[in-house]
C-alpha cells in the first residue's frame, strides 16, 4: 500500500505495525506543535501580576491558528487510518463511533490497537500480514517510542499547565472597566 492510500483512503486494511507507526508519527507531531506553542507563549511577555485584560490580550497576541491547521490536516489521516485498522478485525469503520460513548470506549481502544486482525482475507481486503515478514522487533521498537514520545508530551503539557497557571492574574480580584 503507497503512502497516499495509506493516509487518505478509507479502504483497505492495516496491522498493528501501520497503525502504531502513524500513532508514533502522530505524537511527534503533536509534541512538535506544543512545544512550538509554549515558546510563542513565554515570549509572549506574560508576567505574574497582569492585570486580567493584560494577561488575555497577551495570549490572543499568540495567533494560535497554525495549530488547528496542524489539527485539521492530521484529522483525515488519523480517521482513515483508525477506519483500516477496523477493517483488519473484520469491523466496519463506524465501530470508532463507540469511542464516544464512556465506558464502551475501552472496547474499540482495545480491539483496534492491541488486538490482531482476522486471519486471512476478509470483506475489506487481503490479509496485510499476509506473505510480509514478522519482525516484532520492529513493532516493539514503534510502540516503544510512541509510549517515550507520549510521556514527553505529558510533560511538556504539565509545564505548558504550571506555566500558565503561575502567570495567570488573580481572578478573585474585582475587574476594572476598561
Not at 481486503?125 to 509510549?147: C, E, N, R, T, Y
Amino acid at each position: 500500500m503507497d503512502i497516499g492510500s495509506l493516509l487518505f483512503s478509507f479502504r483497505g486494511r492495516v496491522n498493528r505495525r501501520a497503525y502504531w507507526g502513524f500513532a508514533l508519527f502522530a505524537s511527534v507531531v503533536g509534541l512538535g506543535t506544543l512545544y512550538l506553542t509554549l515558546q510563542r507563549v513565554m515570549a509572549a511577555g506574560i508576567t505574574p501580576g497582569m492585570s486580567q485584560e493584560e494577561f488575555m490580550r497577551a495570549v490572543a497576541g499568540v495567533n494560535q491558528g497554525w495549530v488547528t491547521i496542524v489539527q485539521l490536516a492530521m484529522l483525515w489521516p488519523t480517521l482513515a487510518i483508525s477506519v483500516k485498522r477496523c477493517h483488519d478485525r473484520g469491523r466496519s469503520g463506524w465501530f470508532l463511533l463507540l469511542l464516544i460513548v464512556p465506558l464502551v470506549q475501552l472496547w474499540p481502544l482495545i480491539e483496534i490497537s492491541l488486538l490482531r486482525g482476522t486471519d486471512g482475507d476478509n470483506r475489506f481486503g487481503p490479509d496485510p500480514l499476509a506473505g510480509a515478514p514478522q519482525d516484532s522487533w520492529k513493532s516493539w521498537l514503534i510502540f516503544v517510542g510512541f509510549l517515550i514520545v507520549s510521556g514527553a508530551q505529558f510533560s511538556l503539557g504539565r509545564e505548558f499547565m504550571t506555566y500558565m497557571m503561575t502567570h495567570m492574574p488573580d481572578l478573585s480580584q474585582p475587574r476594572t472597566p476598561i
